[in-house]
Nanobody, 122 residues
C-alpha cells in the first residue's frame, strides 16, 4: 500500500490543522492506520491509531482531548484533526498502515508515508 500525507503547515499556538493520508494499492479497509510524529533530534513517537472499521481509536497521552483520528474507508483516507495546537506539537507527521490487528500505538507498522511538516509558532 502507498500512503500520501498532506495538510501540514504553519499555525499559531491554539490553532487547528487537519492532516489527511490517502492510501492506494490495496484494500484500505483491511489496514489498521496510525499517525506518528518526529521532532528534530527526537525519536519518532506515536500520536494516534484507528482500527479497520474506525470503531476503536488510541491516543498518546500528550494529544488526548486535542487530536482526533478518523477514517473514511470509501475514500481510502485517514485523518488527524489537531486542535489547540502547541509549539511542542511541531514535528514531521507520518501516517502508517499495517494489515495486522492489535498494533495500537506500537511503532511496528509495515507501511509508511513520506511525512508532512507541522510547525506551531508561539
Amino acid at each position: 500500500v502507498q500512503l500520501q500525507a498532506s495538510g501540514g503547515g504553519l499555525v499559531q499556538a491554539g490553532g487547528s490543522l487537519r492532516l489527511a493520508c490517502a492510501a492506494s494499492g490495496r484494500t484500505f479497509s483491511s489496514f489498521v492506520m496510525a499517525w506518528f510524529r518526529q521532532a528534530p533530534g527526537k525519536e519518532r513517537e506515536s500520536v494516534a491509531a484507528i482500527s479497520r472499521s474506525g470503531g476503536t481509536t488510541y491516543y498518546a497521552d500528550s494529544v488526548k482531548g486535542r487530536f482526533t483520528i478518523s477514517r473514511d474507508n470509501a475514500k481510502n483516507t485517514v485523518y488527524l484533526q489537531m486542535n489547540s495546537l502547541r509549539p511542542e506539537d511541531t514535528a514531521v507527521y507520518y501516517c502508517a498502515a499495517d494489515s495486522r490487528g492489535g498494533l495500537g500505538l506500537r511503532i511496528e507498522y509495515a507501511y509508511w508515508g513520506q511525512g508532512t511538516q507541522v510547525t506551531v509558532s508561539s
